[in-house]
């Protein structure tokens, strides 16, 4: 789990939990902290890295966030440094997000000012 919003805050805690015979999360722990705090971002774990893009740093529904950032994920769940991976051509929030083969992608979602956006954009990883 990365980030969030914790009651009238905007979390940057990423909590990493094992999964009971039953596939119930279990055992939470922090494991990091994200760049900078984060909600209504997307997320994904794809060939041992950690993507995460566009978002809300505040309360507010203006600002989003452009940056794709990334961290390596070590062999014992911690993750390496955070870099600059490219940036959004439009950032947006609330979006639908995801990573698939070797794309990110956000399907519409919101931009400042609580503004919906029938886009899709996607970038490739290289």
């Known amino acids: ?3 969030g919003l914790i009651k009238d805050s905007v979390s940057d ?3 990493m939990a094992e999964f009971a015979p039953d596939g119930a999360p279990t055992n939470w ?3 990091a902290k994200l760049p900078t705090p984060l909600w209504f ?3 994904a774990i794809m060939d041992n ?3 995460v893009w566009g978002g809300l740093s ?3 529904t203006s600002g989003a966030n452009p940056q794709i950032m990334a961290a390596q994920i070590r062999n014992d769940g911690s993750l390496g440094n955070w870099f600059l991976a490219g940036t959004m051509p439009v950032p947006v929030y609330s979006a639908a997000f995801c ?3 070797d794309y990110l992608v956000s399907v ?3 931009i400042d000012g609580r503004t919906p956006t029938d886009q899709i954009s996607f970038c490739r990883l290289e």
């Open 41 to 43: 971002h997307g997320a």
């Open 58 to 60: 505040s309360r507010g």
């Open 13 to 15: 805690t990423i909590l």
């Open 108 to 110: 519409a979602g919101r």
């Open 49 to 51: 890295w950690l993507y």
């Open 99 to 101: 990573g698939f083969n």
């Open 1 to 3: 789990m990365t980030g």
């Open 29 to 31: 722990k922090e494991i």
